[in-house]
T-cell receptor, first 117, second 110 residues
Framework: GAVVSQHPSWVICKSGTSVKIECRSLDFQATTMFWYRQFPKQSLMLMATSNEGSKATYEQGVEKDKFLINHASLTLSTLTVTSAHPEDSSFYIC?????????????FGPGTRLTVL | EDQVTQSPEALRLQEGESSSLNCSYT??????LFWYRQDPGKGPEFLFT???AGEEKEKERLKATLTKKESFLHITAPKPEDSATYLCAVANQAGTALIFGKGTTLSVSS
C-alpha cells in the first residue's frame, strides 16, 4: 500500500515551453500533497504544499506564477513549470500524505527529471 | 529555528560491519521523526516513523531509536544492497511540511 506515482519520469524540453508533471496517489486519498525539488547531491527542498480544492501554499522564494500547482482531486496533483529555462532543470519529487493513519507521514513518488535545453 | 542535522555526511562500511547514523534535531513541538532511504535518481522510500522518546522500530537489518534530542538508525551486518542515502525528517507543531536533514550516504562494500 501507500504507492505514489509520477508522470513523466523524465522530460526534455526547449527553453520557453511549459511542462506538466502529474503526481497520483494510487491506493489512498490525500487531501495534502507536497512538491519538492532536489539538486544533485543535495537534500530535498520543499517548494509548495498542495491542498485539494484550495490554493497551494508556496515556500519563500518559489515563484507561484512559474510553478503552477493544481490539486483537483484527492488522488491527483499537478505541477506545471511555465516558460521553462535551463535553470529550472532539476529533479522534481512529489509526496502525498494519506488522509488515514499516522499524522504527518508522507509517501514519495519516484521523481521526474526535467532537463531544459 | 527548527533544524535537522545528520552525521556523518558519508559512511563507508565493509559488508557485515555494523554502525549507526545520527540525526540531531531542534524542533518546536515534535509531531514525528521520519527516516527515509533514497537510491540515486529515485524518490525517498519510507522506512520508519517515531513519535516519542524511547520509541524503537525495526525492519530487517535496520533499527531506529529516538531520544528527546536525536535519533539513531542502527544498521546491523549491512549488505551491499543497503547502500543508499538515508534521510531524516521531522514534523513540528506548526504544520504538515517535513523538515529534512541533508542525509547520510552509506556505501557498503563486499
Amino acid at each position: 500500500g501507500a504507492v505514489v506515482s509520477q508522470h513523466p519520469s523524465w522530460v526534455i524540453c526547449k527553453s520557453g515551453t511549459s511542462v506538466k508533471i502529474e503526481c497520483r496517489s494510487l491506493d489512498f486519498q490525500a487531501t495534502t500533497m507536497f512538491w519538492y525539488r532536489q539538486f544533485p547531491k543535495q537534500s530535498l527542498m520543499l517548494m509548495a504544499t498542495s491542498n485539494e480544492g484550495s490554493k497551494a501554499t508556496y515556500e519563500q522564494g518559489v515563484e507561484k506564477d512559474k510553478f503552477l500547482i493544481n490539486h483537483a482531486s484527492l488522488t491527483l496533483s499537478t505541477l506545471t513549470v511555465t516558460s521553462a529555462h535551463p535553470e529550472d532543470s532539476s529533479f522534481y519529487i512529489c509526496s502525498a500524505q494519506p488522509d488515514y493513519g499516522a499524522y504527518n507521514e508522507q509517501f514519495f513518488g519516484p521523481g521526474t527529471r526535467l532537463t531544459v535545453l | 529555528e527548527d533544524q535537522v542535522t545528520q552525521s556523518p555526511e558519508a559512511l563507508r562500511l565493509q559488508e557485515g560491519e555494523s554502525s549507526s547514523l545520527n540525526c540531531s534535531y531542534t524542533v518546536s513541538g515534535l509531531r514525528g521523526l521520519f527516516w527515509y532511504r533514497q537510491d540515486p535518481g529515485k524518490g525517498p522510500e519510507f522506512l520508519f516513523t517515531l513519535y516519542s522518546a524511547g520509541e524503537e522500530k525495526e525492519k530487517e537489518r535496520l533499527k531506529a531509536t529516538l531520544t528527546k534530542k536525536e535519533s539513531f538508525l542502527h544498521i546491523t551486518a549491512p549488505k551491499p544492497e543497503d547502500s543508499a542515502t538515508y534521510l531524516c525528517a521531522v514534523a513540528n507543531q506548526a504544520g504538515t511540511a517535513l523538515i529534512f536533514g541533508k542525509g547520510t550516504t552509506l556505501s557498503v562494500s563486499s
